[in-house]
């Protein structure tokens, strides 16, 4: 415990030329309800996220989950496969953008006049470029895609019946079909329950920085960046409601840092309406000021969940839908 606080101020020393945005991609594949209250990685939720606090101080039963995203009108798609048992747990995930036409080979260069072989006076045949008058070969066009894999194996470790900590090790790969980039990072936090119903968590996302590697030569470092997160729980005897109000801090320590609600610093949050412990509503607002919403049904044998968020690119581009199905392996009896 005393190397404790130095361990989670490490990353104030190595943020010299690292980027900020390293985590951006994964936003889509966090946890819907982590998404749903304000993009939440600082305390630990139903299922992990990408980057997101895995310690919890209660064993955790078998449990996978699968959620798919079809962001933007659907033209980014994830997909995740999460879950844990114990002390352990694990996440993968896929993102990506299917069916880009490469037009690079497909032009007509013809010139102005849109005929072969006639050497256009105003020098536009054969120039590479797409001039007035010219076509592209729709026969010639070809289609690529681009993909992004993240692989997480975290684990839990409790200190005190109230204290626990974690560490996540993570592997990338990203191919951006003229790149491809491999990388490898670490993560890590804690979740501390002073009282009942009360929590609090810190979260350390990349860790001694996350290093990408390009087929290009470049070598990308990505930034941490420091969670932390109050959550707590509250019911009244006149109404059939849980009510789980939620707070994040974060503060991104590279050098090119995200113009947050604070500037060099973001905050977010939501609530959480529980009743009866089968139906969640969640509510919040990311450290963007984008507002974001969700639900959850629970049953005895698995979770069903929905979530969206209402952003300005989304206005622009199409709305996001996240579905998600959470299976409860050990109430199955599987295994």
Not at 147 to 163: D, I, K, P, T, V
Not at 222 to 238: E, V
Not at 239 to 252: D, K, M, N, S
Request: net charge negative; glycine share 12%.
């Amino acid at each position: 415990m005393k190397i404790l606080p130095f361990i989670l101020l490490i990353p104030l020393f190595l943020s010299a030329g690292t980027v900020s945005y390293g985590e951006d991609p994964f936003v889509l594949g966090m946890s819907i309800d982590a998404y749903a209250l304000g993009n939440i990685k600082a305390l630990p939720m139903a299922n992990p996220s990408p980057g997101g606090n895995v310690a919890h101080v209660e064993a955790e039963k078998l449990k996978i989950g699968f959620q798919h995203t079809e962001g933007f009108g659907g033209v980014y798609q994830t997909d995740v496969i999460s879950g844990n048992k114990d002390q352990w747990s694990f996440l993968i995930f896929r993102g990506g953008v299917g069916n880009i036409p490469d037009t690079r080979d497909a032009l007509l260069d013809y010139g102005s006049d849109g005929v072969a072989g006639t050497n256009d006076a105003d020098g536009t045949e054969d120039n590479g470029l797409m001039d007035p008058g010219e076509r592209l070969s729709i026969n010639s066009i070809t289609y690529f895609s681009t993909q992004q894999f993240l692989a997480e194996l975290g684990y839990s470790h409790l200190l005190r019946e109230n204290l626990a900590v974690h560490g996540t090790a993570r592997l990338l790969y990203t191919d951006l079909y003229a790149e491809r980039g491999l990388g490898i990072g670490f993560h890590g936090g804690l979740l501390y329950e002073p009282f009942q119903k009360f929590r609090v968590g810190v979260e350390v996302t990349d860790v001694l920085t996350t290093t990408m590697f390009w087929s290009s030569g470049l070598t990308e470092v990505y930034a941490p960046q420091i969670y932390l997160g109050f959550d707590f729980r509250k019911g009244f005897d006149s109404v059939p409601f849980v009510f789980r109000p939620i707070l994040q801090l974060e503060l991104p320590l590279g050098n090119d840092k995200a113009q947050l609600n604070g500037d060099i610093w973001g905050y977010s949050g939501g609530l959480e309406i529980i009743f009866q412990d089968q139906l969640y509503i969640q509510l919040g607002q990311n450290s963007l000021d984008q507002f974001q919403l969700g639900a959850l049904i629970r049953t005895q044998y698995m979770d069903i969940q929905y979530g969206t968020g209402f952003s300005d690119l989304s206005k622009i581009a199409g709305q996001t839908h996240r579905v998600g199905v959470g299976l409860k392996l050990d109430e199955l009896k599987l295994f």
